[in-house]
């Protein structure tokens, strides 16, 4: 597999790019979680049949990115970092939150938790369709342990079909 490290990456070439495996190392992931937001299947490894879980192509320089397959045609995509290494991840994904999904006719945003209990849960669903449930969209995982902080974490997974 090539392997390469990339600085400064538009979603365009991480989709060119994802025959191989890339690292990507920078301090700003908006990019990445642009190519995540427009197709998170192009990224993802060969399925393999015993796991519910593919590894993908991209490396994002810190944590494990992961897809996930399950029943229905239902497809995520896992990042989680380790809670000590997540700040910038943090504040870039509340950005590309509010940008992405800045429309309140189309999008609800929903935060539930607080640092202080050790866990914080924000959902962005998709609103627009009448009559139905609202279809999640987002989901970050904000996660604190005292008694295990290796099990600290922050995870951001995007739902797709």
């Known amino acids: 597999m090539n392997k390469c490290t990339i600085t400064v990456v538009t979603s365009a070439t991480l989709l060119f790019l994802g025959f191989g495996s890339v690292t ?27 796991s519910i879980f593919s590894s993908c192509k991209i490396k994002p320089g810190l ?21 000590e290494q997540s700040g910038q991840v943090q504040k870039d994904i509340e950005e590309f939150i509010r940008t992405k999904y800045a429309d309140t006719k189309r999008y609800k945003t929903a935060s539930d938790g607080t640092e202080e209990e050790g866990e914080i849960m924000t959902s962005v669903y998709d609103i627009t369709r009448p009559g139905e449930k609202p279809k ?11 008694e295990e902080p290796e099990q600290s974490s922050f995870t951001i997974m995007f739902y797709g079909k």
Request: proline share 7%.
């Open 24 to 50: 990507y190392a920078q301090r700003d992931y908006k990019p990445l979680l642009d190519s995540f937001y427009l197709s998170f299947k192009d990224i993802a490894a060969p399925k393999n049949d015993s």
């Open 63 to 83: 944590g494990e990115l992961k897809v996930g397959w399950f029943p229905g045609n239902l497809t995520t995509l896992n990042w989680r970092i380790p809670l």
């Open 136 to 146: 999640l969209l987002l989901q970050t995982i904000y996660y604190h342990s005292e």
